[in-house]
């Protein structure tokens, strides 16, 4: 399902938006962002300085996204 990440100030935490649904975004989830023409899969996690998605499973590789609050970023949920 194709949409977009976008920041609840009210709720401090990050909602998938399509025009089929909105959905509230927990610690674990996994989320697919778009970089280019490509989705990349990763999980959104939080911590002290917030809000990232890490893109990449394998320890060696891996790579995280920190999420900017006043940004939206291109996403689809594979679940």
Same mark, same amino acid.
């Given at each position: 399902?194709?949409? $977009? &990440?976008?920041?609840?100030?009210?709720?401090?935490?990050?909602?998938?938006?399509?025009? /089929?649904? /909105?959905?509230?975004? $927990?610690c674990?989830?996994?989320? /697919? &962002?778009?970089?280019?023409?490509?989705y990349?899969?990763?999980?959104?996690?939080? +911590?002290?300085?917030?809000?990232?998605?890490?893109?990449?499973?394998?320890?060696?590789?891996?790579?995280?996204?920190? &999420?900017?609050?006043? +940004?939206?970023?291109?996403?689809? &949920?594979?679940?």
């Amino acid at each position: 399902m194709k949409g $977009h &990440l976008e920041f609840s100030p009210t709720f401090g935490r990050w909602y998938f938006m399509s025009e /089929e649904t /909105e959905c509230a975004l $927990h610690c674990g989830y996994a989320v /697919e &962002l778009r970089v280019g023409d490509r989705y990349y899969p990763g999980r959104i996690e939080f +911590c002290d300085e917030g809000w990232y998605v890490i893109l990449q499973e394998d320890p060696r590789k891996r790579v995280s996204f920190v &999420l900017k609050r006043k +940004c939206t970023y291109a996403a689809r &949920l594979p679940w």
